[in-house]
């Protein structure tokens, strides 16, 4: 087993500014932050950590600047109260920027006070570019001044300007340096530091169980990519997506509209699958969709061609999809039919294979004391790892693999999701791309199964149209 305290005096001495103590990001009194934030005023806290008196009191200042400049959503007058009397206010929030080019208007949102029209100093959009893009959680010093007015008495400016900002979320990453580092790691150790990233705790899970865990970040590494995941109740499913990527959007049962997924044809604004990293279905089988058949229609489109279109808008989009589903088990192994997890309008071979692959959460144990299955030890920063997850997306794994194996009883479909699942967990394991033949082929043996897992489905779902069979490979 791997020593852990050896582990993280690893982690400190190469990765220096870009680790955090997990234990402190569970820790009530900053959780109400999402976690890439509070990791990022965490990372701060590092150079004191030899200082225990020094470092309480740095973490109380953390803490009070919380409780007084984030706020509940029931204080929003309160504040906007006290910002017309006072002339300014502090606050953190996720502030974004939209540009208004017709009025030639730069439009600041601040969602906790409802303000979708702040003004915003150009100095800060040019230090901050990702305000124009993804949006930027920090904390801003906003100024209240009466409105102009133009000759017809339409207001020209907003009341409120943004005259100041720090950025709660690390803005540039050197992800050739993260890369050449991780030659200091072996593949065991390094997958302990990914499981300690995800805030769950390595020496709970078996050398399978590892690999399952970590292929849930195939979606967040890859683009394009499908994944299903079936499992009981309380195995980090959400927790996982909500607490490692501020590129993901977790949608939670309910009804789904083509404006919410796609583009909204009324505001002219792009929908989810044009601005996140990963889409995650959570409880699938509560999923409702505002019209089933366009939908589905065009999220089947979307899955084999990265393309979609809605009214006057065609676009494309390398986000990743997952669908997660919650199924009853008798130890490790599943006791419901896979096909009625998912709604009606989802029980369709069609649309089952277009999923590149089927992760067992059902074989993950439950998560249970906080202190013996959430991690207690040293991981990346979420804010900072979030990042290197991102620029991952952007590098090319699939031809390494291409040269390396020969795919057999395989369709396009087969082949394309064996490729895209392979891809993704050499990256997270290997972003150096520095692996042993042994190690490509225990992943590649991996991705396999989850392919398989899809092509037997589907045999017993439509055996007239799916032959049975047994993916195999053959290496170069």
Same mark, same amino acid.
């Given at each position: 087993?791997?020593?852990?305290?050896?582990?993280? !005096?690893?982690?400190?001495?190469?990765?220096?500014?870009?680790?955090?103590?997990?234990?402190?990001?569970?820790?009530?009194?900053?959780?109400?932050?999402?976690?890439?934030?509070?990791? /990022?005023?965490?990372?701060?806290? @590092?150079?004191?950590?030899?200082?225990?008196?020094?470092?309480?009191?740095?973490? =109380?200042?953390?803490?009070?600047?919380?409780?007084?400049?984030?706020?509940? !959503?029931?204080? $929003?007058?309160?504040?906007?109260? =006290?910002l017309m009397e006072e002339k300014y206010y502090t606050i953190i929030d996720e502030f974004k920027v939209e540009i208004d080019i017709k009025r030639e208007l730069k439009k600041a949102q601040i969602p906790s006070l409802n303000i979708r029209d702040a003004m915003i100093l150009d100095s800060i959009i040019n230090q901050?570019?990702?305000?124009?893009?993804?949006?930027? +959680?920090?904390?801003?010093?906003?100024?209240?001044?009466?409105?102009?007015?133009?000759?017809?008495? &339409?207001?020209?400016?907003?009341?409120?300007?943004?005259?100041?900002?720090?950025?709660?979320? #690390?803005?540039?990453?050197?992800?050739?340096?993260?890369?050449?580092?991780?030659?200091?790691?072996?593949?065991?150790? +390094?997958? &302990?530091?990914?499981?300690?990233?995800?805030?769950?705790?390595?020496?709970v899970f078996d050398e399978k169980q590892k690999l399952i865990m970590i292929s849930r970040f195939i979606s967040l590494v890859e683009g394009n990519v499908n994944l299903m995941e079936f499992g009981p109740r309380a195995t980090g499913k959400t927790f996982f997506f909500r607490n490692i990527s501020f590129y993901t959007?977790?949608?939670?049962?309910?009804?789904?509209?083509?404006? #919410?997924?796609?583009?909204?044809?009324?505001?002219?604004?792009?929908?989810?699958?044009?601005?996140?990293?990963?889409?995650? /279905?959570?409880? #699938?089988?509560?999923?409702?969709?505002?019209?089933?058949?366009?939908?589905?229609?065009?999220?089947?489109?979307?899955?084999?061609?990265?393309?979609?279109?809605?009214?006057?808008? $065609?676009?494309?989009?390398?986000?990743?999809?997952?669908?997660?589903?919650n199924i009853d088990v008798k130890g490790f192994i599943p006791i419901e039919d896979f096909t009625y997890v998912l709604p009606d309008f989802m029980r369709d071979s069609a649309f089952i294979d277009r999923i590149n692959g089927l992760i067992p959460g059902w074989q993950l144990p439950k998560i249970r004391k906080p202190?013996?299955?959430?991690?207690?030890? *040293?991981?990346?920063? #979420?804010?900072?790892?979030?990042?290197?997850?991102?620029?991952?997306?952007?590098?090319?794994?699939?031809?390494?693999?291409?040269?390396?194996?020969?795919?057999?009883?395989?369709?396009?479909?087969?082949?394309? @999701?064996?490729?895209?699942?392979?891809?993704?967990?050499?990256?997270?394991?290997?972003?150096?791309?520095?692996?042993?033949?042994?190690?490509?082929?225990?992943?590649?043996?991996?991705?396999?199964? *989850?392919?398989?897992?899809? !092509?037997? +489905?589907?045999?017993?779902?439509?055996?007239?149209?799916?032959?049975?069979?047994?993916?195999?490979?053959?290496?170069?």
């Amino acid at each position: 087993m791997i020593n852990q305290d050896e582990l993280n !005096a690893k982690l400190k001495h190469h990765y220096s500014g870009t680790i955090v103590n997990k234990k402190l990001s569970q820790r009530q009194d900053i959780a109400r932050l999402p976690r890439f934030v509070s990791e /990022f005023m965490l990372t701060k806290l @590092s150079e004191f950590e030899d200082n225990p008196e020094l470092f309480n009191e740095k973490y =109380k200042e953390i803490i009070d600047m919380i409780h007084k400049h984030y706020p509940e !959503a029931k204080d $929003k007058d309160k504040i906007l109260n =006290k910002l017309m009397e006072e002339k300014y206010y502090t606050i953190i929030d996720e502030f974004k920027v939209e540009i208004d080019i017709k009025r030639e208007l730069k439009k600041a949102q601040i969602p906790s006070l409802n303000i979708r029209d702040a003004m915003i100093l150009d100095s800060i959009i040019n230090q901050n570019e990702n305000l124009l893009s993804t949006g930027i +959680w920090g904390i801003a010093k906003l100024n209240h001044a009466q409105p102009k007015l133009d000759e017809n008495e &339409n207001k020209i400016t907003a009341p409120v300007l943004i005259e100041a900002f720090s950025p709660f979320q #690390v803005a540039n990453v050197n992800f050739k340096e993260f890369a050449q580092k991780r030659e200091n790691f072996t593949t065991e150790e +390094w997958m &302990n530091v990914l499981i300690n990233t995800a805030g769950l705790n390595p020496d709970v899970f078996d050398e399978k169980q590892k690999l399952i865990m970590i292929s849930r970040f195939i979606s967040l590494v890859e683009g394009n990519v499908n994944l299903m995941e079936f499992g009981p109740r309380a195995t980090g499913k959400t927790f996982f997506f909500r607490n490692i990527s501020f590129y993901t959007r977790i949608i939670s049962g309910g009804q789904v509209s083509p404006a #919410v997924l796609f583009y909204n044809i009324g505001t002219r604004t792009m929908g989810e699958i044009g601005m996140k990293d990963a889409i995650v /279905f959570d409880e #699938v089988a509560k999923i409702r969709f505002a019209n089933s058949d366009e939908m589905m229609g065009k999220l089947k489109d979307y899955m084999e061609s990265a393309h979609f279109e809605r009214g006057p808008k $065609k676009s494309t989009s390398t986000c990743s999809l997952n669908l997660v589903g919650n199924i009853d088990v008798k130890g490790f192994i599943p006791i419901e039919d896979f096909t009625y997890v998912l709604p009606d309008f989802m029980r369709d071979s069609a649309f089952i294979d277009r999923i590149n692959g089927l992760i067992p959460g059902w074989q993950l144990p439950k998560i249970r004391k906080p202190e013996a299955h959430l991690s207690q030890n *040293y991981g990346f920063s #979420v804010d900072y790892f979030s990042e290197i997850l991102h620029e991952l997306r952007k590098m090319d794994f699939q031809s390494e693999i291409t040269k390396r194996i020969d795919l057999e009883n395989v369709t396009i479909r087969d082949y394309k @999701s064996i490729m895209k699942t392979t891809s993704g967990m050499l990256k997270i394991l290997f972003p150096n791309r520095k692996f042993s033949q042994e190690e490509f082929t225990r992943v590649l043996t991996f991705c396999i199964d *989850y392919r398989q897992s899809i !092509a037997d +489905w589907l045999q017993k779902l439509a055996p007239g149209e799916f032959e049975k069979k047994k993916i195999e490979f053959k290496l170069k």
